[in-house]
Each structure stands twice: as structure tokens, then as C-alpha cells.
């Protein structure tokens, strides 16, 4: 618990900030599920030929996996907030339609009678009669729907719209439970109060429930309005891939641009997720600059013919200029590391079967269980190619997360596993990484990817950016990722002291 309320106290301003940002997408998502489903079950409920179907259709949306759903939405919207806007709204529909259409349709007949006795028309009734007989059970439905969408947005993070996610998110890459714990318990205890307050709001007269509402969106939406306006400097946007390196990188990148040019405001999306994701991003100028990898553009971003090039410079200048022919993005000149794939056992698991490289599991792998990340197992640069290059199958993948498989090999769960060349658990577990005797594995060196017309733009970032060119070796790397992931230090922390250990950073008194 000691951990815990360390981490709470270090970080307590970045859980505000990803409470607020969770809070405000899940409210906004709420209200505009609210003026969907509302107006949309009253329709059902004098036209009741047609409700089975839209029930029918708001049920089906709540069966599609979340994850599925915003791999659906990216090409259409990009990422960030809009693609984890629509969906929440599409999994919080159900419960306010079908409550407001319950809710209405089982009013007592002899009430609809008597408004009609009165003289009421079909808007008095509805206004003056049905909505304050049926509020509690709508509010109900907007209470699950609430409930949900809270629970749900936790998923936002991995397309960079933020929220408590980015915490579990976090946690589960640096093996770091408090910071897992921080993220699920405040997305729980958020649930809770906002049911609450929902609870209370249901027992309470129509109109003050309607006050109460507003108030809140119109509070949580005027503060929205005011941080987006608030600032009139120029403004980078640089996003990371989910885990340390990406982390360190974009921390470096950050304070170069920023001792260049002071005036600029740096924005940092660190854990923004995967390759797809950051990669749509630029495009669509969600986000200016983010690190990809040489080998990672050929072998995933670009189409590719033939066999890749040999050496890193080739592989650079290859990327290079697919990127520009494609999409009009390009790289800056890359750092001097290679974090290529690798295949990992441990120790003890190499020195009882004689493994030095890569062609010694010819003839273990039919017996062995190999870990791998989903994108390593459907890579041409990865599984597959090791099955025809190599002549591996192995007796069974478990396919995992990245963050998790390393465990899964101290445990003894798996034998193999793929990994990076500088990964910190590398050194943290003391494993064998196998020797690459074919040379299979294509060059991966780390560089700042951007819209070309970005780079032309800014040539003082740029400049500042090209002092990491042939920087950084493996080793470093290694130190680095160590240093995060292991000890636990913060990753600006250590990208700044790496700069100023080089002479890239001036060191502050």
C-alpha cells in the first residue's frame, strides 16, 4: 500500500487531468446517447410496429467488441476523441431507449384518459403527463448508460483520447500494479459517484433533475471550451508508442525542441498506442510527430516488393522514400541503435538444449510453446517468415500482449518469445537472446516521422531534432529502458539526463 500512495502522491496532477478528460468524454457521449435514444423511444412508443426493430438494432450495437468497433472507426474519423466519442455514444444508446420506451408504454391508460379529458394535445400529454410519470425509469436507463460508458472509456487510451486508461495502460507496460490499481479504482469509484448522483436525481422532481443535468454538462463542456482556447503559442504535438522507449524518445525529443524554441508548446501523447494508430494520426494532423522504426515502415506502412534492402542505410533511404511517394510523410535522419525483433529463451532453457542461435530450435521448436504479440505472429517479418526462412512451427503460439509475455517466459508458461533487441526485461531476467545466423530479422533504427510540409515549416524543430541522428547505441538503450521499467525512474528524468550526459542538453543550475 506504501507504493500506492507513493505513486498517487507523484502523479496526483496527471490523475487529474486524466479524470477530467475521462469524465468529460463520458459525459458528452451520455448526452448525446441521451438525445438519440429519448426522442427515439418516444417515437417507439406510439409507433410500437417498429420498436422490436430499433430495440433489436440497439442491442445488436452493444454485441460488437469494443476493441473491433474502434479498428472499425479509425479510417473513418482517425483517431483521439472522435472514433471513442461514436462508440461509447453507440454502447449508450440501449439502455436509455429502452427504458424511455418501457417507461412510457406501461403508464396507466386510465392517466393517458384523463390528460385527454382534460383537453391536453399530443405535446401537453407527453410534456405534462407521460415524460414525469416515466422520468424515473428513463433515468434509470441513463444511469446503466452512464455506468458503461465510464467503464468503457477506459479503452479511449488506446487510440490517444486519454482518461484513467492511460494509467492501466501504463501499469500493465511497466509492470507497475499501483499504477494499474490507480486507473481501475477511480474509473470504479467515477461509476459509483455518477450513479450515485443519478440515484438521488431519480427520486427528485423533473425539474430539478433537469437543472442538476445541465449544470453538469453545461459546467464540464464550458471548461472544455475554455482549455481548448486557452492557449495562443504554437503548439507540437508528439505522440509514442505504448511502452518505455517510445516514452524516453519522445521525452528527448520534447526537451531539444523546446530549448531550441522556447516559445513553442510541446504536447506530449505518451502510450498513444499501436503503429496503425500513430501513423493515421499524422496523416490527418491529429498529431505532428511521432517515432517509427525503419524496418517497421517496409515491412508494415508501405507496400514492398521483392526482398528488403541488407543494410541500414539502404533500409532508410528505402523507407524514406516510400513514405514520401505514398502519403507525403518522411523521416529525419535515424538514431544509431538497432531495435530489431529477436527471439529470447531464458538462460537455463538455452544452456540445457545447446541454444546459440536462432537455427538451434530446428529441432525442439515441434515441442515448444511460443509466446508472441499478435502483431509479431501475422508478420511476414516475424512468425510466418520465421516458418519458411527457418523452418519453424512450433506446437503452440499463445499470443499476448507485449507487456505480458516476458512473464509468461520467467513462469515457464512459454519457452520462446519474440522480442526487441533493446527491451529492458532483457536484462532484467537475464535471458538468451538467440544469434540471427540467417540474418532474417530486417533493420530497425529509430527516427522522428512527419508530414513533409511539417518539416519544411519547421526547420529550427527539425534541427533541433537531427542532434539525436547516430545517437544512442544499444547498450544505452538497454540502460535506458532499464532504468524506467525496472527501477522505476521517470522517463523525462532519463531522456534529460542522457541529453545533457551527451552535451545535446545544457545543464540547468
Not at 51 to 65: D, V
Not at 303 to 308: I, Q
Not at 351 to 367: F, M, P, R, V
Amino acid at each position: 500500500m506504501a507504493d500506492f500512495f507513493a505513486t498517487l502522491t507523484e502523479r496526483k496532477s496527471e490523475l487529474v487531468a486524466a479524470l477530467f478528460q475521462h469524465l468529460t468524454l463520458s459525459f458528452f457521449a451520455l448526452l448525446i446517447a441521451c438525445l438519440l435514444a429519448i426522442p427515439l423511444g418516444i417515437y417507439c412508443s406510439r409507433h410500437r410496429k417498429v420498436a422490436e426493430i430499433f430495440l433489436q438494432i440497439a442491442s445488436i450495437l452493444q454485441t460488437i467488441p469494443s476493441l473491433a468497433l474502434l479498428g472499425i472507426l479509425l479510417p473513418l474519423v482517425g483517431i483521439g476523441t472522435p472514433p471513442a466519442l461514436i462508440a461509447l455514444v453507440l454502447y449508450g444508446i440501449f439502455p436509455i431507449f429502452q427504458n424511455t420506451y418501457t417507461g412510457l408504454t406501461n403508464i396507466d391508460a386510465s392517466l393517458k384518459e384523463a390528460a385527454n379529458a382534460f383537453g391536453m394535445n399530443m405535446w401537453q400529454r407527453l410534456t405534462k403527463v407521460e415524460l414525469p410519470l416515466a422520468l424515473p425509469t428513463i433515468l434509470s436507463g441513463v444511469r446503466t448508460s452512464l455506468v458503461l460508458i465510464i467503464g468503457t472509456a477506459t479503452l479511449a487510451a488506446l487510440i490517444g483520447a486519454g482518461g484513467l486508461g492511460t494509467f492501466i495502460l501504463l501499469g500493465i507496460d511497466r509492470n507497475n500494479a499501483s499504477l494499474t490499481l490507480i486507473g481501475a479504482l477511480f474509473a470504479a469509484l467515477l461509476a459509483v459517484l455518477m450513479s450515485g448522483l443519478l440515484k438521488v436525481l431519480e427520486k427528485s422532481r423533473p425539474k430539478t433533475a433537469l437543472i442538476v443535468l445541465s449544470a453538469l454538462f453545461v459546467g464540464i463542456g464550458g471548461f472544455s471550451f475554455y482549455q481548448s482556447t486557452a492557449t495562443t503559442t504554437q503548439t507540437i504535438t508528439i505522440a509514442g508508442k505504448l511502452g518505455s522507449e517510445p516514452d524516453i524518445l519522445i521525452q528527448m525529443y520534447k526537451a531539444l525542441i523546446q530549448q531550441a524554441s522556447p516559445e513553442t508548446q510541446v504536447v506530449l501523447k505518451p502510450n498513444f498506442g499501436k503503429t496503425s494508430f500513430l501513423y493515421n494520426a499524422v496523416k490527418h494532423d491529429q498529431i505532428d510527430i511521432y517515432p517509427e522504426f525503419t524496418g517497421t515502415v517496409l515491412t508494415s506502412l508501405v507496400p514492398t516488393t521483392g526482398n528488403l534492402p541488407q543494410t541500414p542505410a539502404a533500409t532508410y533511404e528505402a523507407a524514406k522514400a516510400a513514405l514520401e511517394k505514398q502519403d507525403d510523410l518522411t523521416l529525419l535522419p535515424p538514431m544509431g541503435y538497432e531495435n530489431t525483433y529477436a527471439l529470447a529463451v531464458t538462460t537455463e532453457f538455452a544452456a540445457e538444449n545447446n541454444l546459440e542461435k536462432i537455427s538451434d530450435l530446428q529441432n525442439i521448436a515441434a515441442n515448444m510453446v511460443a509466446g508472441f504479440t499478435l502483431e509479431f505472429a501475422d508478420r511476414e517479418d516475424g512468425y510466418k517468415g520465421l516458418q519458411k526462412d527457418y523452418q519453424l512451427t512450433f506446437e503452440k503460439v499463445q499470443n499476448m500482449e507485449p507487456s505480458l509475455r516476458y512473464e509468461a517466459l520467467k513462469n515457464g508458461e512459454v519457452q520462446v518469445i519474440d522480442a526487441y533487441s533493446t527491451d529492458s526485461q532483457i536484462k532484467a531476467y537475464n535471458l538468451k537472446v538467440l544469434t540471427d545466423d540467417l540474418q532474417f530479422f530486417p533493420s530497425y533504427r529509430g527516427a522522428p516521422l512527419m508530414k513533409v510540409a511539417f518539416k519544411e515549416k519547421h526547420p529550427a524543430i527539425v534541427a533541433a531534432l537531427n542532434q539525436l541522428a547516430g545517437k544512442i547505441t544499444e547498450e544505452e538503450m538497454v540502460q535506458m529502458n532499464y532504468s524506467v521499467q525496472v527501477e522505476q525512474q521517470d522517463a523525462k528524468t532519463v531522456a534529460e539526463n542522457f541529453l545533457r550526459e551527451k552535451g545535446l542538453l545544457e545543464v540547468t543550475p
